[in-house]
């Protein structure tokens, strides 16, 4: 099948208000008639939920958080980015297209990342309007701040909890529609399948977390904003819950997934300190705007570090990209930071460490302006450390963040499955091959506020409402199957735990697919899932009864899911015989180790559809076509 | 470190929970004490007993799903952080370590150590937000907000809903988090218009509820992880009178 994106004809700045005019509109009194069914309630679900009820459209939400507010777009610090160019340094929406497209390594669709600078403006307007506490200037008008991969000013926050200012005021939008009850809203609940009728998505299977009861719900439309899968590394900086299962469940009923080797190892967060770790914490990359990254020249320098001058430290960053210094996009800061802990340079631990430094930060600009850029920050990195960073450096490391690939979607962001839309960083979208900080809250948003709300419009409208209802067989068929599951999991009654098993498959992961791939270490990873995947079936232990809360079966579907998609992820990555963003093959590099992408070859997106168990996924391309950039390698020098 | 754990165990909500007492073997005082908790969980399900059930996600103070009594502080004996940031540091070898959920008649317990904290969400439905539709908003710069009230405002919408307040209140009063939530919007310009009807839903919503009222103890505030002040209780209060007697 071709893989048709639908962008539209037309100039690049003129595509999407085109496009908004040719977008068939249903008509407010029909709208009632068309239900849609929403799964997550981050960023992107809850706006989007509460976008579509204000609409008309009767909306049903799903998360498997005990409530919407926790969702873990709460998660994220730093800020989000417009083009409002607000301190007047030259930002415009060509050029935060054009800062995305290349921070993307030019892996990403030209016309959706130009659309996404373009609404960016309305989000900032949006979140001021519903109350987001933003960050000021004493004037009483908004503040900028600066983050990597930008030379401008424009990245706009709420202290170092960005994230979860703008989940409170999506969540409180959703709550007001729930109370208008044009939302019905499901909490501990999680989606288990997706219900294909004719070839369009129709509904999903979902298992109440409380009470173990399976249920089907049908819609005329099935929004996945279920977030990224950067937990198939076990140790990610996500939240312990974050998991592939909705997405990965799509697939398997036909969408297309997309990119999913294009994953981004975070350069700023603090150090693994045993084998227990649950999870990694992130230090905002807004930290890089006033922090300087080094490590001492001297490998295996055992002195503390305030203990070492300044002749004696490697600030690599500073060296190797004057330019953008400490402000290098995250793939190469997070590569920096391995060449140089393998070069033996590194510090702490296992020496899987480089410092970040706020001594000459703290002298220029004194405490008290660093408590207040940074305070919260600095005392979760005490807490989490038992270290006083106001006294000494900070100690960090790269960990998985984020996942740019995802479900593909075309410029109306549905799915190859007809009826299925994917948002936010469910979908493989605007980020390319690396993302800019800043840009998953703008993406999230202007998925959820102002795109989807347009287009599926111009999908319901070709379509007959409350055509598939829960008494219908594929419906019935899915419950039996999703029950099916989760008594096979219980049946196992082996040895080992989920957790072990996802630590297993993490470690892989990390070892062979992390921040450096080869075809070698690959094929490693493709020889050694298969085994791991059969020893949990055989052998995995879950305690407990299906029919009430057990976080042990939870866990155990989730880790079911990574088993298999891992290997989707890998084969990604060995076909790609590129380096390019996030995904960096040894084999491809520059003289000076910077990625070597391949345009001749591997200017696409990779979509892989699934061809039933055992057999392996079919690759489809879709073609990168640049109109309005000039294919480059990325320069930060 | 060995470590023994006094933990409350409840099958659902119907039936009685009782302590059960284990020993953690293997205890680093680097771990988060939810990984302490993790690593019990492991033992017990490796000697066949079910694991404890406990809530959790983000493992780093946001999200505000972790809701752990702690040696009877909601939280833990650190301040200004959540049961997910306090580390086993801070705990000596062979400690007896207790802990239960939050204990309150509008938070029943769900099993162990979870509770169902959905009484917040339907405050929030009650009036926390204001009333404005995706495209309706105008330019952002187009009204100053002096920094003061910004930062005043930011300083109330820090709350997570976790609900430590109400577990840490003799009365379990809900008072901390909905005034920080009507104190967060008020400080704006953008939440004026809904300002009165806002403090009465809300209000209404949480006595409702079958929250406790608020008789000064400021053990909220205390155990707040996020440290809101009870400042706000008191503006909750002001807000609420003129409200009612000034519609």
Redesign the interface.
């Known amino acids: 099948m071709t893989l048709d994106p639908k962008v539209p004809a037309g100039p690049l700045a003129e595509k999407w208000d085109q496009h908004r005019l040719a977008l068939k509109l249903v008509n407010p009194a029909n709208k009632r008639k068309y239900r849609v069914i929403v799964v997550g309630t981050g960023l992107a679900g809850a706006s989007a939920a509460a976008s579509l009820a204000e609409l008309g459209y009767p909306v049903e939400v799903f998360c498997f958080q005990d409530s919407p507010r926790r969702a873990h777009s709460i998660a994220a610090q730093g800020g989000i980015n417009a083009a409002k160019n607000y301190p007047n340094d030259g930002d415009s929406i060509d050029r935060l297209f054009y800062d995305t497209i290349k921070g993307g390594d030019f892996r990403s669709r030209e016309a959706s990342v130009y659309r996404l600078a373009q609404v960016s403006n309305a989000i900032i307007d949006q979140c001021v309007a519903q109350g987001v506490p933003f960050a000021r200037e004493y004037s009483g008008y908004l503040a900028n701040r600066s983050f990597g991969g930008a030379q401008v000013s424009r990245t706009f926050y709420a202290r170092g909890q960005t994230g979860q200012q703008l989940l409170l005021g999506a969540y409180q939008a959703l709550m007001r529609q729930v109370a208008l009850k044009q939302v019905t809203l499901h909490t501990r609940s999680e989606m288990l399948d997706l219900i294909v009728v004719d070839g369009e998505a129709k509904g999903i299977i979902v298992r109440n977390l409380l009470t173990g009861q399976m249920t089907a719900h049908t819609a005329d439309a099935v929004v996945l904003a279920t977030g990224g899968y950067s937990p198939v590394f076990y140790l990610s900086t996500n939240a312990k819950g974050c998991n592939v299962t909705a997405t990965y469940r799509a697939y398997k009923q036909g969408a297309f997934f997309a990119n999913p080797c294009y994953t981004q190892i975070h350069p700023t967060c603090i150090p693994v300190s045993g084998h227990y770790q649950s999870k990694l914490t992130l230090m905002s990359e807004s930290l890089r705007n006033d922090g300087r990254i080094w490590v001492p020249k001297q490998a295996g320098d055992a002195r503390a570090p305030q203990d070492i001058p300044e002749v004696e430290r490697d600030y690599y960053l500073e060296r190797k990209y004057p330019s953008y210094g400490n402000l290098a996009p995250r793939d190469i800061a997070s590569r920096s930071a391995k060449a140089i802990c393998d070069a033996g340079q590194g510090v702490g631990p296992g020496g899987q460490g480089v410092y970040l430094d706020f001594r000459d930060a703290l002298q220029r600009l004194g405490r008290p302006v660093i408590e207040e850029r940074y305070g919260n920050l600095f005392q979760m990195y005490a807490q989490i450390t038992g270290e006083d960073p106001y006294r000494s450096s900070m100690r960090i490391y790269p960990a998985a963040h984020y996942a740019m690939g995802g479900l593909w979607v075309d410029y109306n962001l549905m799915s190859t499955l007809p009826g299925l839309f994917v948002i936010g960083e469910a979908n493989f979208a605007d980020h390319g091959a690396n993302r800019l900080g800043a840009s998953a809250l703008m993406q999230g948003l202007a998925d959820g506020y102002f795109i989807l709300p347009y287009t599926i419009g111009d999908y319901l409208v070709r379509t007959k409402p409350g055509a598939v209802q829960t008494d219908h067989p594929k419906a019935r068929a899915g419950v039996d199957t999703a029950r099916a599951q989760v008594n096979r999991l219980l049946a196992v009654n082996g040895s080992r735990t989920p957790e072990s098993f996802h630590r297993e498959l993490g470690k892989i992961m990390w070892d062979h697919c992390g921040m450096a791939r080869s075809a070698e270490s690959l094929k490693a990873a493709l020889a050694q899932i298969p085994p791991l995947r059969e020893a949990f079936w055989r052998d995995v232990k879950v305690l407990g009864s299906g029919a009430q809360l057990n976080q042990s079966l939870e866990q155990a579907g989730r880790v079911a899911d990574f088993l298999e998609f891992a290997e989707l992820l890998v084969q990604d990555a060995l076909h790609r015989e590129e380096s390019c963003g996030g995904h960096f093959r040894v084999e491809h590099q520059t003289s000076e180790g910077e990625a070597q992408r391949d345009d001749e070859r591997f200017a696409y997106v990779a979509a892989w559809q699934h061809q039933g168990a055992g057999k392996p996924s079919v690759l489809h391309q879709e073609p990168l076509q640049f109109e309005a950039v000039h294919l480059a390698q990325r320069s930060y020098k | 470190m060995k470590l023994i754990v006094r933990v409350w165990r409840q099958?659902?909500a119907q039936e009685k929970g009782r302590f059960e007492t284990y020993e953690a073997q293997d205890i680093?005082s680097?771990?988060?004490f939810?990984?302490m908790l993790?690593?019990l969980n492991?033992q017990l399900?490796?000697q066949?007993?079910?694991?404890i059930?406990f809530?959790?996600?983000?493992?780093?103070?946001?999200?505000?799903?972790c809701s752990l009594v702690i040696n009877g502080r909601p939280h833990g004996p650190?301040k200004?952080?959540t049961a997910c940031?306090l580390?086993m540091?801070r705990f000596k070898d062979g400690d007896t370590i207790t802990i239960e959920p939050w204990r309150a008649r509008a938070f029943p317990v769900?099993?162990d150590l979870?509770v169902?904290?959905?009484a917040?969400?339907r405050i929030?439905?009650?009036g926390?937000?204001?009333?404005?539709?995706?495209?309706?908003?105008?330019?952002?710069?187009t009204?100053?907000?002096?920094?003061p009230a910004?930062e005043d405002?930011?300083d109330a919408?820090?709350c997570?809903?976790c609900g430590a307040c109400v577990a840490a209140c003799p009365n379990a009063s809900a008072m901390l988090f909905v005034a920080a939530k009507v104190a967060?919007?008020s400080?704006?310009p953008?939440?004026q218009v809904e300002h009165k009807a806002r403090v009465q839903d809300m209000v209404q919503a949480m006595d409702h509820e079958g929250f406790g009222n608020c008789t000064n103890h400021y053990e909220c505030m205390a155990a707040c992880p996020k440290q809101i002040h009870v400042k706000f209780i008191a503006r909750l209060n002001r807000d609420y009178l003129r409200a009612t007697t000034h519609p």
Request: with cysteine.
């Open positions: 099958q659902n680093s680097d771990m988060s939810l990984e993790d690593v492991e399900i490796a066949g007993h079910e694991p059930a809530d959790h996600d983000c493992r780093e103070g946001i999200c505000g799903m650190d200004g952080v940031q580390h540091r769900v099993k979870v169902d904290r959905s917040f969400d929030i439905e009650a926390g937000y204001v009333s404005v539709k995706t495209g309706s908003a105008p330019e952002a710069n009204v100053p907000v002096p920094k910004a405002a930011m919408a820090a997570i809903g967060h919007l400080d704006l953008q939440g």
